[in-house]
Structures are given as structure tokens and as C-alpha cells.
């Protein structure tokens, strides 16, 4: 069975959001293992945007399985369809890459080493999501995707 993990920088921290996570972590145990790994948000304005965003990319590295196919959401990198999603992940399950680990970065993005460790990139289009909202709208594409690989109802 595939692993999926995502990697966020920051907690949820309103019951709604932590809600629909749930829910699609519910969904999706019938296909995957998903797990939401959060590493700490730092204050930018306590120590410069560029020492934050090294703080938080060593933490998102330090939790991330050195035989993992790493996708790192990011605003300017290709878009995916919900169906060119489903093929990636297909595509990598034949491959052998079972491990798959999404990266949603804090509010400065990330740094350069995660950007290098990245064996991919993803964008949800040109718009800017908040990182809570970019958490439930990733879960629920990783769930349409096993649906449409699967031929199940559920995507149109």
C-alpha cells in the first residue's frame, strides 16, 4: 500500500480545518496510508524571514524518509490536473515509489535545500491559498485521485 505523507509548516489551528482534514484522511484509508506531519511555524519577526525559512526547511527535512519521491506545492510550478495527478501517482506506485511525501511550505515558502530536495513540483494555479486551506484542497485531490485510478463515482 502507498504512504503519503504531507508535510505542513504550522498547526491548524481552528477546529473547521482540522475537521475536513479528517474527513479526507478518513476517506482515504481504504487506498492509502496518509499521514499530516506538521513541523513549527517560526515568527519571522523575531528573527529575519531568511532565518525562519532555514529553521523551518531543516525541520520539513529533517521528517522527510531519505527513499521518499518528494512534490513540493509551489505557486509558480506546473499545474496538475486532478487526472494528471492520479497518473503521477499511478506512475509512481509502478515504479516502485511508494513513499510519496507533499511539501506545503509556511508563509514564506521554503528555502533552497527544500527546493533541492524536491523530486517534483505542484501548483494549484496562479491564485494564493491560505496554507490551511492549501492542506484540506491537497488531501482532497490526493482522495479524487485514488477515485479516478480506481474508476469509482466520486470524480467529474
Given at each position: 500500500m502507498m504512504r503519503i505523507s504531507v508535510v505542513a509548516v504550522g498547526k491548524l489551528k481552528e477546529?473547521?480545518?482540522?475537521?475536513?482534514?479528517?474527513e479526507y484522511l478518513k476517506r482515504l484509508r481504504p487506498y492509502a496510508n496518509v499521514s499530516v506531519l506538521e513541523v513549527p511555524d517560526v515568527d519571522s519577526s523575531q528573527c529575519g524571514v531568511q532565518q525562519a525559512l532555514s529553521r523551518e526547511s531543516d525541520a520539513v527535512l529533517r521528517v522527510i524518509p531519505e527513499d521518499a519521491f518528494v512534490i513540493l506545492l509551489a505557486i509558480r510550478a506546473k499545474e496538475f490536473s486532478s487526472e494528471q495527478l492520479a497518473a503521477k501517482l499511478d506512475k509512481l506506485a509502478l515504479e516502485g515509489r511508494s513513499n510519496v511525501v507533499f511539501v506545503i511550505g509556511g508563509s514564506h515558502g521554503v528555502d533552497s535545500t527544500v527546493i533541492a530536495r524536491a523530486n517534483a513540483q505542484m501548483s494549484f494555479g496562479p491564485i494564493t491559498l491560505p496554507h490551511n486551506l492549501a492542506r484540506v484542497v491537497l488531501l482532497e485531490q490526493v482522495y479524487r485521485a485514488f477515485k479516478i485510478s480506481r474508476g469509482e463515482p466520486y470524480h467529474k
Open positions: 477546529r473547521f480545518w482540522s475537521q475536513a482534514c479528517d
